[in-house]
């Protein structure tokens, strides 16, 4: 339950709608309640009518000879019924029917019209009831499952290397709709049935204090053998809900690897590795169905006993006189464990949803209590960058494996400076853009922009001023037009095309069937490879920052259109600063600078010339590439 608190900040947000519901709650059971005291009424009714008739019938004579008054008789069997002990409703209408006296047949009948009032005021205060609490847990739903999104996107790029996206789907599927449970069915439940047995009781024990002792005895045993379940259940749930993540974790990389496994011929290899997680799955669920299952029949046994504890008792003390019972004590207890049925028997349904919405609740407080690594400062400064970059004897390693990435990179770039990083792969190239755009922070070191310390900016500020294209490119199932202007703070189609043209697309994308509202896959899975990577140049090019970073963006589209993007380019970055990543030489295109990564450190620095000049690494990599291309033809 300690883990369910987390969930009281929305209760507090809706308390109004949550206390109106308990009202609804308390008034629904309190008209139901009294139900059995009426009929309990109107048996006592019927009673004394057939005593009336049989009495006619065989009048008893008085010792002087003269037969008993009627009066008299009447008097002893109302001195039977306790009226005192019944609710007020109850005793004004039991008095209004005593002082209008109309025939049985009427008196019946009103009684039943009375019965059928109480069940409709009792169903519509349970209709308002419904709508206040199960309404209110539809909104807390919304907001949780807002605040959970609005955390993942302040995650930062290490702990999304560390969890899968299935798993992250499961939490905020699976686990916020048993949170749900609890919020809305299980607090109107609970409720409820406290209610329920609270009224009961109350009048039970008013009526007869000891025959309401033998017809409740059974219930300990009950709430016993909840409490050695429930330990069960909430362990139980919680082993389950991991294996679900694990099952949605499968099937979203099946999904999304659809075309590796059919090109790998692996269906049925991936099939067996569902099948595996899916058959664990269900035996621990089948395996909690049948303790929940040890619930009904308990409840069942439970309530049939005391039913049998009250018709028996009650009528051996109705038989022999004892403690004032009459037939409609008996009736009215019945009525009560009738009433009591469904609310015992929720004790179980309702704890086991608290159970596994606290199992929910502490896989999702796990998430929502992980600190982003990279924050805010305190006082953010907002800054209009101008493009000067230094780097400063930055090392890193990357936490979740411990590679170091980066040893002792110093590097000054001026404002409009070209700059090219090339290296093999894993020479660090990517964790330089990743932590000039703050993805990461310097295990050592300081990276400043202007002068000024990233971590003193306002991060989202600094990420809006930078345009970056990463490695991995990503389109949104969305229109060509939308994944080109996602940057964008409002549409604009004219800088759309632009950056199209600049990114050398524009005319692929013309030659769609809807142009620029052609609608792209899950993924850009209906375009190619480089059709990706220019759309996702162009969604750099539109924002038109100060600084641009390149991150091997053109390594799927051949060498004419990588020339024609990369002279679109040299027009495009005038007066930018510019950080192209790459691990292809490009020796059609004069960059400023050209820096040479090896193993996380420069090991050489200066323009294409100079660095062949040197004979060394470089001409090493320019020359090896320029063996593969004549290899190729």
Same mark, same amino acid.
């Given at each position: 339950m300690k883990h369910l608190k987390a969930v009281n900040k929305y209760f507090w947000k809706y308390r109004w709608r949550f206390l109106l519901g308990l009202v609804f709650?308390?008034?629904?059971?309190?008209?139901?309640?009294?139900?059995?005291?009426?009929?309990?009424? /109107? /048996?006592?009714?019927?009673?004394?009518?057939?005593?009336?008739?049989?009495?006619?019938?065989?009048?008893?004579?008085?010792? =002087?000879?003269?037969?008993?008054?009627?009066?008299?008789?009447?008097?002893?069997?109302?001195?039977?019924? =306790?009226?005192?002990?019944?609710?007020?409703? /109850?005793?004004?209408?039991?008095?209004?029917?005593?002082?209008?006296?109309?025939?049985?047949?009427?008196?019946?009948?009103?009684?039943?019209?009375?019965?059928?009032?109480?069940?409709?005021?009792?169903?519509?205060?349970?209709?308002?009831?419904?709508?206040?609490?199960?309404?209110?847990?539809?909104?807390?739903?919304y907001d949780q499952k807002k605040e959970i999104y609005d955390h993942y996107q302040l995650l930062d790029t290490n702990f999304y290397k560390v969890h899968s996206t299935g798993d992250l789907m499961s939490r905020m599927a699976e686990d916020v709709s048993r949170v749900r449970m609890f919020t809305g069915p299980a607090v109107m439940y609970l409720v409820n049935l406290l209610a329920t047995i609270a009224f009961s009781l109350f009048f039970m024990l008013k009526k007869d204090a000891l025959l309401s002792l033998y017809v409740l005895a059974p219930l300990p045993i009950l709430a016993i053998t909840i409490y050695y379940v429930n330990n069960i259940i909430h362990k139980k749930s919680e082993h389950i809900q991991a294996l679900l993540s694990n099952l949605t974790t499968n099937a979203q990389e099946s999904y999304s690897g659809i075309r590796v496994i059919k090109s790998f011929v692996q269906e049925k290899a991936m099939l067996r590795f569902f099948t595996h997680n899916s058959e664990e799955y269900r035996k621990n669920a089948v395996g909690l169905a049948k303790v929940e299952s040890i619930y009904f029949p308990s409840m069942g046994l439970m309530i049939g006993l005391s039913t049998l504890l009250a018709i028996m008792i009650g009528g051996l003390y109705t038989i022999y006189g004892r403690h004032s019972t009459d037939l409609g004590t008996i009736t009215e207890f019945v009525i009560y464990i009738t009433m009591l049925t469904f609310p015992v028997s929720a004790i179980g349904w309702v704890a086991s949803i608290i159970q596994r919405a606290s199992a929910s609740q502490k896989r999702l407080n796990e998430f929502l209590d992980t600190v982003p690594g990279i924050q805010?400062?305190?006082?953010?400064?907002?800054?209009?960058?101008?493009?000067?970059?230094?780097?400063?004897?930055? =090392?890193?390693?990357?936490?979740?494996?411990?590679?170091?990435?980066?040893?002792?990179?110093?590097?000054?770039?001026?404002?409009?400076? &070209?700059?090219?990083?090339?290296?093999?792969?894993?020479?660090?190239?990517?964790?330089?853009?990743?932590?000039?755009?703050?993805?990461?922070?310097?295990?050592?070191?300081?990276?400043?922009?202007?002068?000024?310390?990233?971590?003193?900016?306002?991060?989202?500020?600094?990420?809006?001023?930078?345009?970056?294209?990463?490695?991995?490119?990503?389109?949104?199932? =969305?229109? /060509?037009?939308?994944?080109?202007?996602?940057?964008?703070? &409002?549409?604009?189609?004219? &800088?759309?095309?632009?950056?199209?043209?600049?990114?050398?697309?524009? &005319?692929?994308?013309?030659?769609?069937?809807?142009?620029?509202?052609?609608?792209?896959?899950?993924?850009?899975?209906?375009?190619?490879?480089g059709q990706k990577q220019r759309i996702s140049i162009a969604r750099s090019l539109v924002k038109d920052p100060e600084i641009v970073v390149f991150d091997d963006c053109l390594s799927a589209v051949d060498a004419k259109t990588e020339k024609e993007i990369l002279e679109n380019l040299h027009q495009y970055l005038q007066n930018k600063t510019a950080i192209i990543i790459t691990h292809r030489i490009f020796s059609l295109v004069d960059f400023d600078r050209i820096i040479v990564l090896e193993e996380g450190r420069i090991v050489e620095t200066g323009t294409h010339r100079e660095l062949l000049a040197l004979n060394g690494y470089y001409t090493y990599l320019y020359e090896q590439q320029q063996q593969e291309k004549e290899d190729a033809s």
């Open positions: 709650i308390i008034l629904s059971n309190y008209f139901r309640i009294l139900t059995p005291q009426v009929t309990g009424y /109107v /048996v006592n009714s019927v009673e004394k009518e057939l005593r009336d008739s049989v009495i006619n019938k065989n009048s008893a004579p008085s010792p =002087d000879g003269q037969a008993i008054p009627q009066a008299a008789i009447h008097q002893t069997i109302q001195d039977r019924k =306790d009226t005192a002990n019944y609710d007020i409703l /109850v005793k004004k209408f039991i008095r209004g029917m005593d002082k209008a006296r109309p025939a049985f047949g009427a008196k019946v009948a009103i009684c039943g019209v009375t019965l059928l009032l109480l069940a409709l005021v009792g169903g519509f205060f349970m209709f308002l009831m419904r709508q206040t609490i199960i309404v209110m847990s539809r909104h807390i739903e805010n400062p305190p006082v953010p400064l907002e800054h209009r960058l101008q493009g000067n970059i230094s780097f400063e004897h930055v =090392d890193f390693t990357y936490p979740n494996t411990g590679i170091n990435a980066l040893k002792d990179f110093h590097l000054e770039v001026r404002k409009g400076e &070209k700059v090219v990083i090339i290296g093999r792969t894993g020479s660090g190239k990517t964790t330089v853009a990743q932590l000039l755009l703050r993805m990461y922070d310097p295990t050592r070191g300081h990276i400043r922009i202007d002068g000024v310390d990233l971590r003193a900016l306002d991060l989202q500020d600094l990420r809006r001023q930078i345009s970056y294209t990463p490695q991995d490119t990503f389109l949104f199932s =969305d229109t /060509v037009t939308g994944n080109i202007q996602f940057g964008l703070d &409002k549409p604009d189609e004219e &800088k759309v095309r632009l950056a199209a043209r600049y990114a050398s697309v524009d &005319k692929e994308i013309e030659g769609f069937a809807a142009r620029y509202d052609t609608m792209i896959g899950e993924r850009g899975v209906t375009l190619s490879g």
